[in-house]
């Protein structure tokens, strides 16, 4: 395990946790974020369930005129792929990893474990998640876009093959273009992964209807007893 973990909020539904989901927050915002969404998930079904919201590191985004904020890796245009910070993104790989490793040294299994991110976590929770040696419940990306595309099929790990794969995103979405999270879906559905695609009459956002069918899905992955 990596000596160095990052800041983390954590919420519980009851004592003695037998799932977790890792969030990872956006661009600029900080583990807090989600934390009122996660409080609107009923997962009493599962049992009680450990909610883990990492802070990203502090960085320069060259997007954002060099201004320093939280941020998963750095952004270089709007376009997002055409030039990738592929050292950050290797880097964020190894930081969400330890906090996957940190789980199971906490009794939670990886296969009980749901990897999650919003935007610039949603494509964290893609690119770790897919890469993850051990097998996860699954991994759910809201508003977000696989990033280092090309290189998914030589480096995706066994275990995760067939892992389910939860993907929403707003029909309006200015900052992640329709098009980039539609791209994301074809190049995972290639791949033969099972994704379960939404999308939703909104912008760069979260939306009531998105945090329900969320619900359902994260029911689904994580209600089968081991």
């Known amino acids: 395990m990596a000596l160095d973990i990052l800041d983390t909020l954590e919420l519980q539904s009851g004592d003695h946790p037998v799932a977790s989901l890792l969030v990872l927050h956006g661009l600029g915002a900080d583990g807090n974020d989600f934390v009122p969404i996660a409080r609107e998930l009923d997962l009493s079904a599962v049992g009680p369930v450990r909610f883990v919201f990492p802070h990203a590191p502090i960085r320069p985004v060259t997007l954002n005129g060099g201004m320093k904020m939280r941020a998963w890796y750095d952004l270089y245009t709007p376009e997002l792929v055409r030039r990738e910070d592929e050292a950050g993104l290797r880097a964020s790989i190894a ?8 789980e199971a040294a906490r009794g939670i299994p990886p296969e009980r474990t749901v990897l999650m991110g919003f935007s610039q976590g949603c494509a964290m929770a893609l690119l770790a998640g897919l890469r993850a040696p051990q097998r996860l419940a699954g991994i759910a990306g809201l508003s977000g876009y696989l990033p280092l595309a090309a290189t998914t099929a030589a480096e995706r790990s066994a275990a995760n093959r067939d892992v389910p794969v939860f993907l929403a995103h707003g029909r309006h979405d200015p900052v992640v273009v329709p098009a980039r999270g539609e791209a994301s879906r074809d190049a995972l559905l290639a791949l033969g ?3 379960a695609w939404h ?5 760069h956002s979260v939306c009531m209807e998105e945090i329900e069918d969320l619900n359902v899905w994260l029911l689904k992955v994580l209600g089968a007893p081991i």
């Open 95 to 102: 930081d969400v990893q330890a906090l996957l490793d940190r």
């Open 193 to 195: 992964y099972d994704v």
């Open 199 to 203: 999308d939703y009459p909104m912008d």
